[in-house]
């Protein structure tokens, strides 16, 4: 099992709260991601991070922000929440090793996003 | 550009028999290919991974998938399906000629149901 865990499995909410998903992993890994997953399953990466303050959007455009002051630390915030946001939403990471960068993600749990 | 194609939404099989599930993609370098599976309500976990070597690759619970260059096809195979296996199943690629960051472009996921 991959040491990297999400918070709240499940949310929800009114529209326009402010909510924070939080991710974390105990890896050290440099390379955290953000997926968005749809009702019919696609998965779309929303944000990356290379390393501490560094933070990059990913190839499906997202009303969401993120940060990346710890290492072991991804949260994403969404403002003013709207039905729209309803989704889940995977955070995962990857390292860097001997051979390059292999890909192979690991991925928390998920949130699971109700905006009523 | 990156992409992958699983062009079955579902797969039917019956327990103990052989369980194919179809994957191709499109890059313009050498690809990085991978399997992951989500069982309800959960995260992606990893099954499998080719980046370079023997086109025949083992994973997780006994699956394995096989390279092929020619028709570019990844397409994950077990020889006798498991009820357990049921599952949504997801096929991703990296090209490292384009990608320095490790993003996976994911297919639109397959859905495998094993009958008893």
């Known amino acids: 099992e991959a040491d990297i865990y999400q918070t709240p499995r499940y949310l929800v909410i009114g529209t326009g709260k402010k909510i924070t998903l939080e991710c974390s992993q105990t890896?050290?890994?440099?390379?955290m991601y953000w997926y968005q997953q749809d009702p019919g399953m696609e998965l779309h990466l929303i944000h990356y991070s290379y390393g501490v303050n560094s933070t990059e959007k990913g190839d499906l455009s997202s009303e969401s922000t993120v940060s990346r002051i710890r290492t072991e630390h991804f949260p994403l915030t969404l403002e003013s929440a709207r039905p729209s946001h309803t989704s889940q939403y995977l955070c995962?990471?990857?390292?860097?090793?001997?051979?390059?960068?292999?890909?192979?993600?690991?991925f928390g749990e998920g949130s699971r996003l109700t905006v009523l | 550009a990156q992409s992958v194609a699983q062009p079955e939404d579902q797969v039917n099989v019956a327990e103990g028999n052989p369980l194919t599930v179809k994957c191709t993609y499109s890059?313009?370098?050498?690809?990085?290919l991978f399997w992951y599976v989500q069982y309800p309500n959960r995260g992606l976990q990893f099954l499998l991974k080719?980046?370079?070597?023997?086109?025949l690759v083992k994973g997780s619970y006994g699956f394995e998938a096989e390279f092929n260059k020619s028709q570019t096809s990844f397409h994950l195979k077990k020889p006798s399906a498991l009820v357990s296996d049921s599952a949504l199943y997801f096929c991703?690629?990296?090209?490292?000629?384009?990608?320095?960051?490790?993003?996976?472009?994911f297919g639109a996921g397959t859905q495998v149901v094993v009958t008893p």
């Open positions: 890059v313009s370098g050498n690809p990085y």
């Open positions: 995962a990471s990857s390292e860097w090793t001997a051979e390059g960068h292999t890909g192979e993600l690991f």
């Open positions: 991703a690629v990296r090209d490292p000629t384009t990608d320095s960051w490790g993003k996976l472009q």
């Open positions: 080719y980046i370079t070597g023997d086109n």
């Open positions: 890896m050290g890994h440099d390379k």
